[in-house]
């Protein structure tokens, strides 16, 4: 079963508007991380926000913010007021608490959304 | 203010041939990773090191090694290389494995085996 998954291959938004990136996650650890990355046109990863499993808040970090539905297992990322440079594909990763067999603190990526901000 | 070092940035090899990618990061991170990415992929993880001296696998490590004789440097060595791994590479570290904590990303090696 897929650890992360992102149902959205591409996502258009006009410049200003808000934009909700979709994020599932399957995992049954009860201690788990909950991340954002954005990956630019040159290559690199590029770290957005953090949600922890026992956070009771929703982060924010500028316009992001992490919209977390635990008991639904999601966690969406929803941008605000949208800039041409926030076109970029983006990976929602998770890093579950226990060890689990030889992978310790390993991220578990979904495939990402295209995401392309237009004027 | 470097933070994960990764050379070269492109390659382009021949089949067959093997070469080393160099990942160095100066956090004094114990926990290192390699991943690629595939086109329309999310990353997969090849192998890790929990510190010096200790590797593992990850999910796609056959083809590749790695090892880790100082806290500093982590290089993925390809043997015989082949057009399945033309792929991105990327490396990443992180203080401990506390889900908390998030991993720091080199900026990748785009690897074409032709």
């Known amino acids: 079963a897929q650890k992360i998954t992102q149902t959205q291959p591409g996502m258009f938004v006009q410049e200003k508007e808000a934009v909700t990136l979709d994020c599932t996650y399957d995992?049954?650890?009860?201690?788990?991380?909950l991340f954002w990355y954005k990956q630019p046109s040159s290559g690199e990863m590029i770290f957005l926000i953090y949600q922890g499993s026992y956070d009771e808040q929703n982060a924010t970090e500028g316009r992001y913010s992490l919209n977390f539905q635990k008991a639904r297992k999601s966690a969406n990322l929803v941008i605000s007021a949208s800039q041409l440079g926030d076109s970029a594909m983006y990976f929602c990763a998770m890093r579950e608490g226990q060890n689990r067999g030889s992978t310790l603190g390993r991220l578990y990526f979904g495939r990402g959304t295209q995401l392309t901000v237009w004027p | 203010n470097a933070g994960v070092t990764q050379t070269p940035k492109f390659r382009i090899l021949k089949i067959g041939q093997s070469m080393t990618l160099q990942c160095t990061q100066d956090m004094n991170h114990n926990y290192m990773y390699w991943y690629r990415q595939d086109p329309g992929m999310g990353l997969k993880l090849i192998y890790y090191?929990?510190?010096?001296?200790?590797?593992d696998k990850g999910e796609v490590p056959n083809g590749y090694n790695v090892s880790r004789s100082t806290t500093e440097d982590f290089p993925l060595r390809l043997e015989l290389a082949a057009p399945s791994q033309t792929s991105v590479y990327f490396c990443?570290?992180?203080?401990?494995?506390?889900?908390?904590?998030?991993?720091?990303f080199g900026d990748g090696t785009r690897l074409s085996i032709l």
């Open positions: 995992t049954s650890d009860q201690s788990y991380g």
């Open positions: 990443a570290s992180s203080y401990g494995d506390s889900p908390g904590q998030p991993q720091h």
């Open positions: 090191s929990v510190g010096a001296g200790i590797t």
